[in-house]
């Protein structure tokens, strides 16, 4: 799928580089509680049994059913009957699950649980018909919008049972729950009372880019829409999955009534995205009833009377008629898919739409929900075959006829790996299985332009690399993206760094640093960034805001300050932009502020349009600026740096003047620190002192001696 890219965005791999060893840092613990996940999946099979005369069988016990997966035996773990005949008048005014988000579980394998004060509705949907109706207005047209709405209300006047419980459910710009479960009609009628004939989108799918056989309007080009039509059908079952993930943990069969006008799926593009939305529903008990709202339609050969002339010469060989058929099967395959993979049933070309509403209710008013757990605790995402056997040969039995396992990550493909990013970088629950920390700061590089880099660490120890004969390999997946105040989308990226060193064992003591940056103007900003290793799929995100201050009204204007023990050799590829990047060398930042007294302790920032000394026997261009760096552990001073003066500007391009003081650490005995830079400007008579904070630790203990190539893995 093509990605558009802000146009403020900037990102580019700096370095990934391995500081200095940090086993006992305060922020990444050396010991850590033991993490214990566990899972149980119940597959669940709705069964109707029914006689010659097509009537429903009662009073069938667990021993009447024998299960097989895959040819094997299955134990019946859980065993009962649903009978919505049963339901009387017993009024549910509204059961709140759509607009209730689950929560979300530790463990990617787990169900959803429901929130507090929903699990006590739950038996609300005993013997009860629980129905959505969801309505893609994104792909009709108003008039197929009317069809829709009329259809339903004409089933909620005329249909609707005391059994029922519907919820209304919309697609347009967004999902949205216009109406959560309920037995009111009026309360469903008003709902569908706000589909009006301009509520839907009216998008039909687009072109494929060639002329032949399409509509001459007289523009020079046909446009190619294939990539937006891969988009849209995503969107479509993106959303189909999400109302299944909310309605996983009720346990009776739920159906879904989904209004279209067909859905187009191209090729392998689309493949990952329906299968996900298949396995989510099959996961909720949830069977799906699509509703082509097109209707019978007649496909005139050379095109409607409305329609222009057709281009080329497919309208006098038949072709123009062979592809509209096509076209039409194309956009209901799709549906006969969902329909007959969920355990529910397509409606195709037909103008009764009231047959979808009776099948839904034939199909559920009486059914046995039969559990059991797999003997194959394979989690290779294939399908599974499931076969219902009776002891009694004489009646017939419907029933899902399979399944698809659930996939860990090393059986995922590419698009299923890709979604699982995309989903944690929506969620607002982070990941915590991978530890990742991150830190940003700033620096002015034009009129109300900054470049903000952006440091991401993860510790050497939780990435596990896979040997080989010659080296140890192992890949990290980078997401991350800025959104400002205003919650728009102002920057993202996306990177995968492959590292591959002599021996993993080095790695292991150090930190993996990933190194970029955005261009930003001044303002707030909430920066979010997922990691995954690639081996067994853990993830971990973090999540921060920035400020960069408006510095047009600030007497001093001055960059945020760098803490580093690493500078080295600059990458290949220079960033425009990047101060810290300069003649050949960059300043590696230490994210955590924790440093060994055998290091160098370097501190970089930036002071920007400081006044003009115009003093006797001055330079024009002259200017006077003064800076240490002051520790403090509490409030002793231990130590403070001499004093440095700098008279130009050494970044005239961007009216900066650089400082990048070296301090070594054994200057400063083990302990934490806060550390106070010192800025002034002589000639104007203003100051600043920023302040951070840093642990200096004892040197490391002599141990087994690393050979030069392991000390210095090169992963960048």
Same mark, same amino acid.
């Given at each position: $799928?093509?990605?558009?890219?802000?146009?403020?965005?900037?990102?580019?791999?700096?370095?990934?580089?391995?500081?200095?060893?940090?086993?006992?840092?305060?922020?990444?613990?050396?010991?850590?509680?033991?993490?214990?996940?566990?899972?149980?999946?119940?597959?669940?099979?709705?069964?109707?049994?029914?006689?010659?005369?097509?009537?429903?069988?009662?009073?069938?016990?667990?021993?009447?059913?024998?299960?097989?997966?895959?040819?094997?035996?299955?134990? =019946?773990?859980?065993?009962?009957?649903?009978?919505?005949?049963?339901?009387?008048?017993?009024?549910?005014?509204?059961?709140?699950?759509?607009?209730?988000?689950?929560?979300?579980?530790?463990?990617?394998?787990?169900?959803?649980?429901?929130?507090?004060?929903?699990?006590?509705?739950?038996?609300?949907?005993?013997?009860?018909? $629980?129905?959505?109706?969801?309505?893609?207005?994104?792909?009709?047209?108003?008039?197929?919008?009317?069809?829709?709405?009329?259809?339903?209300?004409?089933?909620?006047?005329?249909?609707?049972?005391?059994?029922?419980?519907?919820?209304?459910?919309?697609?347009?710009?967004?999902?949205?729950?216009?109406?959560?479960?309920?037995?009111?009609?009026?309360?469903?009628?008003?709902?569908?009372?706000?589909?009006?004939?301009?509520?839907?989108?009216?998008?039909?799918?687009?072109?494929?880019?060639?002329?032949?056989?399409?509509?001459?309007?007289?523009?020079?080009?046909?446009?190619?829409?294939?990539?937006?039509?891969?988009?849209?059908?995503?969107?479509?079952?993106?959303?189909?999955?999400?109302?299944?993930?909310?309605?996983? /943990?009720?346990?009776?069969?739920?159906?879904?009534?989904?209004?279209?006008?067909?859905?187009?799926?191209?090729?392998?593009?689309?493949?990952?995205?329906?299968?996900?939305?298949?396995?989510?529903?099959?996961?909720?008990?949830?069977?799906?009833?699509?509703?082509?709202?097109?209707?019978?339609?007649?496909?005139?050969?050379?095109?409607?009377?409305?329609?222009?002339?057709?281009?080329?010469?497919?309208?006098?060989?038949?072709?123009?008629?062979?592809?509209?058929?096509?076209?039409?099967?194309?956009?209901?395959?799709?549906?006969?898919?969902?329909?007959?993979?969920?355990?529910?049933?397509?409606?195709?070309?037909?103008?009764?739409?009231?047959? =979808?509403?009776?099948?839904?209710?034939?199909?559920?008013?009486?059914?046995?929900?039969?559990?059991?757990?797999?003997?194959?605790?394979?989690?290779?995402?294939?399908?599974?075959?499931?076969?219902?056997?009776?002891?009694?040969?004489?009646?017939?039995?419907?029933?899902?006829?399979?399944?698809?396992?659930?996939?860990?990550?090393?059986?995922?493909?590419?698009?299923?790996?890709?979604?699982?990013?995309?989903?944690? $970088?929506?969620?607002?629950?982070?990941?915590?299985?991978?530890?990742?920390?991150?830190?940003?700061?700033?620096?002015?590089?034009?009129?109300?332009?900054?470049?903000?880099?952006?440091?991401?660490?993860?510790?050497?120890?939780?990435?596990?690399?896979?040997?080989?004969?010659?080296?140890?390999?192992?890949?990290?997946?980078?997401?991350?993206?800025?959104?400002?105040?205003?919650?728009?989308?102002?920057?993202?990226?996306?990177?995968?760094?492959?590292?591959?060193?002599?021996?993993?064992?080095?790695?292991?003591?150090?930190?993996?640093?990933?190194?970029?940056?955005?261009?930003?103007?001044?303002?707030?900003? /909430?920066?979010?960034?997922?990691?995954?290793?690639?081996?067994?799929?853990?993830?971990?995100?973090?999540?921060?805001?920035?400020?960069?201050?408006?510095?047009?009204?600030?007497?001093?204007?001055?960059?945020?300050?760098?803490?580093?023990?690493?500078?080295?050799?600059?990458?290949?590829?220079?960033?425009?932009?990047?101060?810290?990047?300069?003649?050949?060398?960059?300043?590696?930042?230490?994210?955590?502020?924790?440093?060994?007294?055998?290091?160098?302790?370097?501190?970089?920032?930036?002071?920007?349009?400081?006044?003009?000394?115009?003093?006797?026997?001055?330079?024009?261009?002259?200017?006077?600026?003064?800076?240490?760096?002051?520790?403090?552990?509490?409030?002793?001073?231990?130590?403070?740096?001499?004093?440095?003066?700098?008279?130009?500007?050494?970044?005239?391009?961007?009216?900066?003047?650089?400082?990048?003081?070296?301090?070594?650490?054994?200057?400063?005995?083990?302990?934490?620190?806060?550390?106070?830079?010192?800025? =002034?400007?002589?000639?104007?008579?203003?100051?600043?002192?920023?302040?951070?904070?840093?642990?200096?630790?004892?040197?490391?203990?002599?141990?087994?001696?690393?050979?030069?190539?392991?000390?210095?893995?090169?992963? /960048?």
């Amino acid at each position: $799928m093509a990605k558009s890219f802000s146009t403020r965005w900037f990102s580019s791999l700096i370095a990934v580089c391995l500081q200095a060893a940090l086993l006992c840092s305060p922020m990444f613990p050396q010991d850590s509680d033991y993490v214990f996940h566990a899972s149980t999946e119940l597959v669940l099979v709705n069964i109707t049994v029914r006689d010659k005369d097509g009537n429903f069988v009662r009073n069938l016990k667990p021993e009447d059913f024998s299960v097989l997966e895959d040819g094997k035996p299955q134990k =019946v773990a859980s065993f009962d009957i649903e009978n919505t005949d049963a339901v009387a008048n017993a009024d549910v005014a509204q059961v709140k699950l759509l607009n209730t988000p689950p929560k979300k579980s530790s463990s990617a394998s787990s169900p959803a649980q429901p929130q507090p004060g929903v699990a006590e509705a739950l038996g609300a949907f005993k013997d009860r018909r $629980m129905i959505v109706l969801f309505f893609d207005l994104s792909g009709m047209e108003p008039d197929e919008i009317d069809h829709s709405v009329t259809a339903a209300q004409n089933y909620v006047d005329k249909q609707m049972a005391p059994a029922d419980l519907v919820a209304v459910v919309s697609l347009g710009d967004s999902l949205n729950v216009n109406q959560d479960f309920t037995q009111d009609k009026t309360q469903i009628k008003k709902a569908l009372s706000v589909f009006s004939t301009g509520g839907g989108q009216g998008f039909e799918e687009g072109s494929t880019g060639t002329t032949e056989g399409t509509a001459d309007t007289g523009g020079s080009f046909t446009a190619d829409d294939t990539e937006y039509n891969i988009f849209n059908t995503d969107r479509r079952l993106e959303a189909l999955r999400s109302i299944a993930a909310q309605l996983s /943990h009720v346990e009776q069969k739920k159906s879904l009534i989904y209004f279209s006008s067909g859905m187009d799926r191209t090729g392998i593009e689309n493949e990952s995205e329906l299968r996900a939305a298949v396995n989510a529903a099959v996961r909720a008990n949830l069977s799906i009833y699509t509703l082509d709202i097109r209707g019978l339609q007649a496909l005139v050969p050379g095109g409607e009377a409305q329609s222009a002339s057709l281009r080329g010469t497919s309208p006098y060989s038949g072709a123009s008629t062979m592809n509209a058929l096509n076209s039409n099967y194309t956009t209901q395959e799709t549906l006969v898919t969902l329909a007959g993979d969920t355990g529910g049933r397509a409606y195709l070309d037909s103008n009764d739409f009231s047959k =979808v509403f009776k099948g839904v209710q034939a199909d559920t008013s009486n059914y046995y929900m039969l559990g059991y757990h797999s003997t194959n605790t394979a989690r290779d995402g294939r399908y599974r075959k499931i076969t219902v056997k009776l002891t009694h040969a004489d009646y017939k039995i419907e029933y899902r006829k399979g399944y698809y396992a659930a996939a860990d990550f090393k059986h995922s493909n590419q698009e299923d790996r890709e979604r699982q990013l995309n989903e944690e $970088m929506a969620s607002d629950l982070p990941s915590t299985d991978l530890p990742v920390y991150l830190s940003a700061g700033y620096f002015r590089i034009g009129t109300d332009r900054f470049f903000v880099p952006i440091s991401v660490v993860v510790p050497g120890s939780e990435i596990p690399f896979a040997s080989n004969s010659t080296r140890d390999k192992a890949t990290l997946d980078i997401m991350g993206e800025a959104i400002d105040d205003k919650l728009r989308p102002v920057g993202d990226m996306r990177d995968t760094v492959k590292l591959a060193v002599d021996t993993a064992t080095e790695v292991k003591r150090k930190n993996v640093q990933y190194d970029s940056g955005f261009i930003l103007p001044a303002g707030t900003y /909430h920066l979010k960034f997922v990691v995954r290793e690639n081996q067994t799929g853990r993830m971990g995100s973090f999540e921060t805001d920035a400020t960069i201050p408006d510095m047009k009204s600030a007497p001093l204007k001055m960059s945020s300050v760098i803490l580093a023990s690493q500078i080295q050799a600059g990458t290949k590829k220079k960033i425009i932009g990047d101060p810290l990047l300069r003649d050949g060398s960059e300043i590696v930042p230490n994210v955590t502020h924790v440093f060994t007294s055998e290091q160098h302790l370097y501190f970089y920032y930036e002071v920007y349009d400081p006044t003009l000394d115009g003093g006797k026997g001055k330079s024009n261009a002259d200017i006077r600026l003064l800076s240490s760096v002051s520790f403090f552990q509490g409030k002793a001073k231990t130590y403070e740096t001499p004093l440095v003066e700098t008279r130009q500007l050494n970044a005239p391009d961007r009216h900066a003047a650089i400082f990048q003081l070296d301090v070594p650490l054994t200057q400063l005995k083990p302990g934490f620190y806060t550390c106070q830079v010192n800025v =002034v400007d002589d000639a104007a008579g203003h100051f600043l002192f920023p302040r951070l904070a840093m642990l200096v630790r004892a040197p490391q203990a002599a141990t087994t001696p690393v050979s030069p190539t392991a000390a210095n893995p090169g992963a /960048h």
